[in-house]
């Protein structure tokens, strides 16, 4: 069976290795650092029901209401299976419900209404003055154990997953890449690697590997800033029920609640800066559904990077599709060898390995279905019980 | 204003956007340099492991890990350490900080009083390099069949959403390995379990009660609370309020009670 090369130790790599080993695939991981250290560990955990992009992003919504529901069902010990609410403040708010609620419908998220006396019987921490509330399947997942349930399955199947193993360049010959350099940092010493395709499923850093070979990628990292408050405030998931904005969500874990988000574009995914205004203005939205925030002690604050797709022309990031797309680089760039996965979600883990493997599939001439659906995920721990 | 980030501006894309800040991010220098002294080692490169001294212009907000990441990026790409959600759940990023079992996540330089700043790794587990350690015996003796979910103690609810029966939330462990670096015992005596097992053990005895025969059974057994001398390092260094030392006395008590002793 061909050789594939993942070049990504996120979420995203994590699934295309589990998915690739299924279908037989010969499957090697290569990650600069610890294994999740990039967005997908450290996004606030939200597992959508889909319902935050289901008026002006319904593909992601839909794809969001599928995967979380099979999430659910395969890993089970790394979800808080507690709900969400969306909560109307204001008139502005009530009059964005009824479209809410039929873009919901519509891409088969079940929803249910409630009036502001159950919602606050819900969740006693709510602003008393908000005017109604809609449930939705939202819920909290721990963004590292969920995909190291992928990691130690695949693993265990036989894929082999280097951390501390940084590509360095990618080697093309005659319009085909042949091979990339690794850097081990822990061995300290360089090393080639041969393969028959190689993905690259680096997401906000996907830009970087791209460099590597010589093309350019439509890739746009998009940080935002989290912040993390000492004290579980509520047990579901509340969002504000109005268009996707910033600091509009608030993400219950643990003994920790997680408030986010805010938005801005960069340049260089390795030089991000924490505009520090970024902290209180979140602080301060998040408040006005769940007043308590502004007495809570801050616990953490912290950014991640989205991996936004460029869509060539300037539009306002929060409106960037969430969906994600696999880039032949054959068909784009005349370079054959490699795929780029790009945009995303933590939520949609699985869908775009399935996307992806498909399409290696039919590069490889493979006709063998995708199996993630079905088959069990192993305990995250499992992860640790082989060397 | 920016805390850090090597750039006096953030290069931003001239995306005309109105909902979203897109003015030019302002630096507002209250940086002060500081140095961490971070024990390197690279089997049979650095070997054996010795300190290497590294400064930065740090905001004092930053974390010891924002630290890391700096130094990572803008000096040594080959530093080793464990990271990935910055705000103490998945437990990765536990070292010895001045000392003491620390994450780096959560450990504000402004709240170090000794500086440099020392960093090691955990002790007890084996070294894999730099500030990396194996992490896989953590897990030797936690059972798959124990449950990471108990139920919310945030009760004040009087009523439950439809279609949920409990509100549920992870266990506060978040299998760092602070109270296992921390712990006399485990350095002396490699049959303990730890505090860490004995913690999930007692917590899995407090949700399924039915098991207490053989969770009792395996935490009074040769390699159980038996071997505990009462230090409490692993409660003083949890990071998020497990008190392993509490659950070993819990467990100790409940073993003398049925006589399994």
């Known amino acids: 069976m061909e050789k594939i090369v993942i070049i990504g130790g996120g979420g995203t790599g ?9 279908r037989g695939f010969n499957v090697s991981l290569f990650e600069r650092g610890e294994l999740l250290s990039g967005t997908t560990g450290r996004h606030h955990g939200l597992l959508h029901s889909g319902a935050r992009y289901a008026v002006h992003d319904p593909a992601a919504a839909r794809e969001c209401i599928q995967e979380n529901r099979i999430l659910r069902h395969m890993a089970p010990q790394a979800i808080e299976q507690n709900d969400g609410l969306f909560v109307a403040l204001d008139v502005a708010d009530l009059a964005f419900k009824p479209k809410f609620l039929e873009n919901c419908r519509a891409c088969g998220i079940p929803t249910r209404e409630l009036t502001a006396k159950q919602a606050l019987a819900l969740e006693p921490e709510l602003n008393p003055s908000l005017k109604a509330a809609v449930q939705v399947p939202d819920a909290t997942m721990d963004a590292w154990r969920l995909p190291l349930h992928f990691y130690a399955t695949a693993r265990a199947n036989g894929a082999r997953i280097h951390n501390y193993s ?7 010959a005659g319009g085909h890449v042949t091979g990339i350099r690794v850097l081990d ?12 395709l190689f993905i690259n499923a680096t997401g906000a850093w996907a830009g970087k590997i791209c460099d590597l070979a010589g093309i350019q990628l439509p890739i746009l990292p998009g940080p935002g800033v989290m912040v993390a408050l000492n004290g579980r405030l509520t047990n579901m998931v509340i969002n504000r029920l109005h268009k996707a904005d910033e600091g509009d969500i608030i993400v219950p874990q643990r003994n920790l609640t997680l408030l986010g988000t805010s938005i801005w574009l960069a340049d260089d995914p390795d030089a991000i800066g924490l505009p520090r205004d970024h902290e209180s203005k979140i602080i301060n939205l998040c408040a006005k559904l769940v007043p308590v925030v502004k007495k809570t002690k801050v616990h953490s604050t912290w950014h991640a990077i989205r991996p936004l797709i460029a869509q060539g022309k300037a539009v306002n990031p929060q409106e960037i599709s969430r969906d994600f797309d696999c880039y032949d680089h054959k068909q784009r760039d005349n370079l054959d060898g490699l795929i780029s996965v790009i945009g995303g979600k933590a939520t949609t883990l699985r869908l775009m390995a399935e996307k992806t493997a498909d ?9 063998i279905a995708c199996k993630t659906k079905t088959e069990k995920l192993l305990h995250y721990r499992h992860f640790y019980k082989q060397k | 204003m920016f805390l850090f980030g090597g750039h006096a501006e953030q290069k931003i894309r001239a995306y005309p956007c109105k909902s979203v800040s897109h003015k030019k991010l302002k630096l507002t220098m209250s940086t002060k340099k500081t140095t961490f002294r971070i024990l390197r080692y690279k089997p049979g490169h650095i070997d054996p492991p010795r300190y290497q001294e590294f400064s930065i212009e740090a905001d004092p907000d930053m974390s010891v890990l924002d630290a890391l990441e700096k130094i990572r990026l803008e000096q040594d790409a080959t530093l080793m350490y464990r990271h990935s959600c910055h705000h103490s759940s998945c437990g990765t990023c536990a070292c010895k ?7 780096a996540c959560t450990t504000k330089i402004k709240d170090l009083r000794n500086k440099p700043i020392t960093l090691m790794p955990l002790a007890g587990f084996k070294p894999i390099g730099d500030l990396v350690v194996d992490i896989s015996p953590f897990y030797d003796n936690i059972s798959e069949d124990w449950n990471y979910l108990k139920n919310s103690e945030n009760v004040k609810y009087s009523q439950m959403p439809e279609s949920i029966v409990r509100f549920k939330r992870f266990e506060n462990c978040i299998e760092c390995g602070a109270c296992i670096s921390a712990c006399l015992v485990t350095h002396k005596n490699k049959g303990f379990v730890g505090p860490a097992v004995l913690a999930a053990l007692s917590n899995e005895l407090k949700k399924s009660p039915q098991k207490s025969e053989s969770l009792l059974s395996l935490a009074g057994n040769e390699k159980g609370e038996r071997l505990c001398e009462r230090a409490i390092n692993c409660s003083r260094v949890c990071p998020t309020h497990v008190y ?6 819990d467990l100790r008590k409940l073993i003398e009670d049925t006589g399994l002793d």
């Open chain 1, 14 to 22: 994590a699934a295309i290795a589990h998915d690739l080993v299924l």
């Open chain 1, 166 to 172: 940084q590509v360095i360049d990618v080697y093309q």
């Open chain 1, 185 to 196: 940092h822990r061995m300290h010493r360089e090393y080639q690697v041969q393969g028959d």
């Open chain 2, 244 to 249: 392993p030392a509490k659950h070993i006395a």
């Open chain 2, 97 to 103: 900080i001045n000392g003491t079992e620390r994450l």
């Open chain 1, 359 to 367: 399409l290696i599939c039919r590069k490889t001439g493979r006709n």
